[in-house]
Antibody, heavy 119, light 110 residues
């Protein structure tokens, strides 16, 4: 059974960098695509970006200049950095597995972690 | 890249059928048969209910079905049950390795 677990600070100051890690168990990170999705309190889901098993990335155009996703195959983890955060980046951040090939959907999700941007 | 449009809320009585619409554009829903739907109970992570427009993952009840016409996708819940009360979000592939979600629809079982 695939399990994903997000970890990272719950509070980040404005203008600083938000850093999160997703630990994957039950599946090899080298065999799939992995993604970050966020949800501001009381609002809808927003796709942030993904990384492939080979390290290729794609990001939401609205976040392109501020986000970076990386993978550490030795630890079976992938991570996200969001730079120069503002209060608009306050959200629950989910990591998820992305199924590609002929399909494009997110089949396994972490429980999510709330990150608040505040001084 | 704009969010897909969903109604804020839909309600129905137990046993009834309800349909949630999800409207996009020719750049996303209209161009790809790659819409997925997610169920989210309060305080929980989203759960995949439909993928590729109409396919159900293993374990998802048959009462959940998906369809598409033009730039609009739909999720239908037949035989509504109390445990179906949740938020539902649609998502479409939008090309060039990007995805777009809808704003979410709150389903209330009366």
């Amino acid at each position: 059974q695939v399990q994903l677990q997000e970890s990272g600070p719950g509070l980040v100051k404005p203008s600083e960098t938000l850093s999160l890690t997703c630990s994957v168990s039950g599946a090899s990170i080298s065999s799939y695509y992995w993604t970050w999705i966020r949800q501001p309190p009381g609002k809808g889901l927003e796709w942030v970006g993904y990384i492939s098993f080979s390290g290729a990335t794609s990001y939401n155009p609205s976040l392109l200049t501020r986000v970076a996703i990386s993978v550490d195959t030795s630890k079976n983890q992938f991570s996200m950095k969001l730079y120069s955060v503002t209060s608009a980046d306050t959200a629950i951040y989910y990591c998820a597995r992305l199924v590609r090939s002929n399909s494009q959907h997110f089949d396994q999700w972490g429980q999510g972690t709330l990150v608040t941007v505040s001084s | 890249q704009s969010a897909l449009t969903q109604p804020a809320s839909v309600s129905g009585s137990p046993g009834q059928s309800i349909t949630i619409s999800c409207t996009g554009t020719t750049s996303d829903i209209g161009s790809y048969n790659l819409v997925s739907w997610y169920q989210q109970h309060p305080g929980k992570a989203p759960k995949l209910m439909i993928y590729e427009g109409s396919k159900r993952p293993s374990g998802v009840p048959y009462r959940f079905s998906g369809s598409k016409s033009g730039n609009t996708a739909s999720l239908t819940i037949s035989g509504l049950q109390a445990e179906d009360e949740a938020d539902y979000s649609c998502c479409s592939y939008a090309g060039s390795g990007t995805w777009v979600f809808g704003g979410g629809t709150k389903v209330t079982v009366l």
